[in-house]
């Protein structure tokens, strides 16, 4: 299991950018597909974003197509987030997860960071 530590948000205006950072621990972080999650309150936690262990496959959801990217640096055991054009519905608490495989479903996820909180106002 590797172990997650997300960074990176704040409060932003409405159309303001921020971008994520997730640091991972453990010398088998390449193996792994990673994703981004996010969960507002009173809501189910929902998938945002995963990267293959590769890189070289990405998924978004519609939501956030065209506005955030996800990208890793596997020699620095690190996944970013860069999200533009920020609404005030993606406020939420954002938390980086690992897979074994590349999967869009929370449960398929075996480990997860703390998460960091992402106001936009309007």
């Known amino acids: 299991q590797v172990q997650l530590v997300e960074s990176g948000g704040g409060l932003v205006q409405a159309g303001g950018s921020l971008r994520l950072s997730c640091a991972a621990s453990?010398?088998?972080?390449?193996?792994?597909?990673m994703g981004w999650f996010r969960q507002a309150p009173g809501k189910e936690r929902e998938f945002v974003s995963v990267i293959s262990w590769s890189g070289s496959t990405t998924y978004y959801a519609g939501s956030v197509k065209g506005r955030f990217t996800i990208s890793r640096d596997n020699a620095k055991n690190t996944v970013y987030l860069q999200m533009n054009s920020l609404k005030p519905e993606d406020t939420a608490v954002y938390y980086c997860?690992?897979?074994?495989?590349?999967?869009?479903?929370?449960?398929?996820?075996?480990?997860w960071g703390q998460g960091t909180q992402v106001t936009v106002s309007s």
């Open positions: 453990g010398r088998t972080f390449s193996s792994y597909a």
């Open positions: 997860a690992a897979s074994r495989e590349l999967a869009g479903a929370p449960r398929a996820f075996g480990s």
